[in-house]
């Protein structure tokens, strides 16, 4: 199934974005692909938070303090402890350090600079970053590996599956969910990383904003944010489907 076919009965308002990376030192030569349906950005919907761990390992001087928030942020994506990090060390010092290290640049997101889950991205602009971040790993950086480790403890319903839907049961997976208060919209993102052996890795990102108008469903949505209470099930109910779709896609069209 290609693209086209499987957003054939997408809403006008959607957004679907896909990406892959395959590459690394005596492999295949590298080839990428991407997909992108409706808005050319999105809001990161949490995906980055093995990357703001990566990096803000090196500004944190006390280890313990710094895995004591990294590893909860990656492992159950931890909000709080996330936003420890991120204020710690400084949303543009984090921004600029990911930049510095995988060549991709994010802004500060619009107004409040704390909301780390606001930062726009691209599903090209993801799959690179970890392309890099994986690549470190086996080169030997063991915060990278750490990282990389956590992710392959990521479990469901925050992997929604697409471990299961790409065949790769051993992968890093990091997944994003949220629908804002100003948005008519369920964001769901996902990452999975594959290491294919030296310094060869396989990158596939899914990014979906589909549309969530029902009030009544919305209300409900709302409280249990508020209330601290997992809604990984109405993101799976949403975009599920098309998110594992995108990922599955993209790995036929990467190639093996």
Known sequence: MGFNELLDDLDHSATAQAAGIRRGYGGPPARAVSFTAGMTRLRCASVLKPLYAWV???????ADRWRRHAEPAVVISSNSDTLSLWLAVGPRVILDDLRDRTGVAWGLPNGDPSRFGSVEVTA???????AVLAQSAV?????AGTVLEWMGQVAEPQAFGAREALGWPESAVKCGWYGAPDETVLRTHAVAVQPRGGTRVNVIV???????TDPHERDVYRERVGKGLPVE????????????????????????
């Open 56 to 62: 803000s390992a090196a500004r944190i001087p006390d």
């Open 139 to 143: 080169a030997g950086d063991p915060v």
């Open 124 to 130: 090209s602009e993801v799959s690179a970053a970890y």
């Open 233 to 256: 099930a109405e993101h799976e109910k949403v975009s599920g489907t098309l998110l594992r779709g995108l990922m599955t896609t993209t790995q036929e069209e990467l190639g093996s």
């Open 206 to 212: 899914a990014m979906t904003a589909l549309p969530y």
